[in-house]
């Protein structure tokens, strides 16, 4: 399985690329994984409603560029569907049986992710009703791939 995750903004802090090394080299056993970074737009502490169109819109183009229509597509967004670890992981073996070879994910920027994207995506997950910032959103997301393939593969995995 080939899994990407499309992101906009790069990763800043030291801490958070370790974890996202440390999980991408946990993962190689089990998938080809790659993360992709969509520069961000600068955007101003109350941003209008036209701006926050164009920014969103912006950044929408620059992830667009990425998606493979033979992938599935999975958008994370707070308003998204909420699953546990098990059906998440359930999920992911679920689209392998189906022949999908390909998973994608989607993060978005500080103001989220275009509405007209979020409506392209095959599924909308959600992490919980709190806002995360977009770099740990990151790691979280690559910890539950981790965690999916340990249950999947039934190996040993703390609580
Ligand atoms: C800082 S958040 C954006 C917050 C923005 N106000 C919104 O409502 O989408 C950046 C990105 O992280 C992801 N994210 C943050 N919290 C999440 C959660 N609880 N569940 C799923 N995705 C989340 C989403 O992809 C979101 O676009």
Same mark, same amino acid.
């Given at each position: 399985?080939k899994?990407?995750?499309i ?12 974890? +996202?090394?440390? =999980? ?7 998938? *080809?994984?790659?993360v992709?970074e969509v520069?961000?737009? *600068?955007?101003?502490?109350? $941003?209008? $409603? ?8 912006r950044?929408?183009?620059? %992830?667009?560029? =990425? ?14 569907? *909420? %699953? ?20 994608q ?9 275009? $509405? ?22 990151? +790691? ?7 965690r999916?393939?340990?249950i ?8």
């Amino acid at each position: 399985m080939k899994i990407s995750i499309i992101c906009v903004g790069k990763i800043k802090e030291k801490f958070y690329r370790e974890a +996202v090394a440390e =999980y991408a080299k946990r993962l190689s056993r089990y998938c *080809k994984l790659e993360v992709l970074e969509v520069e961000d737009e *600068k955007t101003p502490e109350q $941003p209008s $409603p036209a701006q926050k169109e164009q920014i969103l819109r912006r950044e929408a183009e620059r %992830m667009e560029r =990425y998606i493979r229509p033979d992938a599935h597509l999975t958008a994370l967004a707070i308003e998204g569907r *909420k %699953m546990d670890s098990e059906q998440f992981a359930s999920r992911i073996e679920s689209l392998g049986v189906r022949g999908i070879s390909h998973i994608q994910f989607l993060i978005g920027g500080s103001l989220g992710i275009h $509405p007209s994207l979020l409506d392209k995506a095959d599924d909308k997950l959600s992490f919980s009703d709190m806002t995360f910032p977009h770099q740990l959103m990151r +790691v979280i997301l690559l910890e539950q791939i981790y965690r999916g393939y340990r249950i999947m593969n039934k190996e040993p995995y703390h609580k």
